[in-house]
């Protein structure tokens, strides 16, 4: 069994679409980065990555790199999937955290664990996602930012 933790911020800012885990909210922000800067599919990311020791998502999709502009984190996560695979592993279970003054998660995880399980080849009961406010501290807490963690285990198939 392989472990890792991924770990995602961003800040949220007008004229942007919000995006978590491969789901667009109908929010007036939008979360500020190089590709959709969806804050769950890159602690995902980063989790499956570090599990299979292969570095993390800046490594792999640099946003110094045109090509990433813009781009859909669900493209991101699929070619995670693909070099999980080579490193001869397979994604056991998935756990996400959102941290998040607003909007309100619940009706969409159900959403967001689809389309991750999706871009993992895997069943949707595999992967969990809950969410918790900061209570009014911090950036997150005084809305000006969304964040996820993520843990991931990896089996490997030998």
Request: proline content about 3%.
């Amino acid at each position: 069994m392989l472990l890792g933790i991924g770990y995602d911020i961003h800040k949220l800012v007008e004229n942007r679409k919000l995006v978590l885990g491969g789901v667009e909210f109908d929010y007036p922000l939008g979360l500020l980065g190089h590709s959709d800067a969806d804050v769950v599919i890159h602690a995902v990311c980063d989790a499956l990555l570090g599990a299979a020791a292969l570095g993390d998502i800046g490594e792999h999709f640099p946003d110094t790199d045109p090509k990433w502009k813009g781009v859909s984190s669900r493209v991101l996560l699929l070619k995670v999937a693909d070099l999980v695979k080579e490193r001869r592993c397979r994604v056991n279970n998935v756990d996400v955290v959102i941290l998040a003054q607003k909007p309100k998660i619940g009706q969409k995880k159900g959403e967001m664990k689809k389309n991750i399980a999706a871009c993992l080849h895997m069943d949707a009961d595999r992967i969990n996602i809950k969410a918790t406010t900061m209570e009014g501290v911090d950036a997150i807490g005084r809305g000006e930012a969304i964040a996820a963690q993520a843990i991931a285990s990896l089996c490997e198939e030998l």
